[in-house]
Nanobody, 122 residues
Framework: QVQLVESGGGLVQAGGSLRLSCAAS????????MGWFRQAPGKEREFVAA????????NYAASVKGRATISRNNAKRTVYLQMNSLKPEDTANYYC???????????????WGQGTQVTVSS
């Protein structure tokens, strides 16, 4: 089994920044992609960003492109999401996931964390 634990969420004013982290533990996964998704109350879970095993391929949702940077440290089995210029519409529960490719689709990902709440005040 694989466990994913997110951290770094919180309350921030619009225009501020946050750095989310997600640490993986459990069985050896081999080469795996990692992604970030978010879900606001009453809305479907949506893609935010994803990164390949080597970190040489990244994808971003249009809504965060230019404001978000995904990175990873394979030695620490950790993925990061740096979010800048935060907006109230970024408010959501942010989830990390492990999957076979740095895809936009939730169906690509096999393991999910419990999420960390990000709240952006106006």
């Amino acid at each position: 089994q694989v466990q994913l634990v997110e951290s770094g969420g919180g309350l921030v004013q619009a225009g501020g920044s946050l750095r989310l982290s997600c640490a993986a533990s459990g069985r050896t996964l081999g080469s795996y992609a990692m992604g970030w998704f978010r879900q606001a109350p009453g809305k479907e879970r949506e893609f935010v960003a994803a990164i390949s095993w080597r970190g040489d391929s990244t994808n971003y949702a249009a809504s965060v492109k230019g404001r978000a940077t995904i990175s990873r440290n394979n030695a620490k089995r950790t993925v990061y999401l740096q979010m800048n210029s935060l907006k109230p519409e970024d408010t959501a529960n942010y989830y990390c996931a492990v999957g076979s490719s740095a895809s936009y689709s939730t169906s690509t990902y096999d393991y999910w964390g419990q999420g960390t709440q990000v709240t952006v005040s106006s």
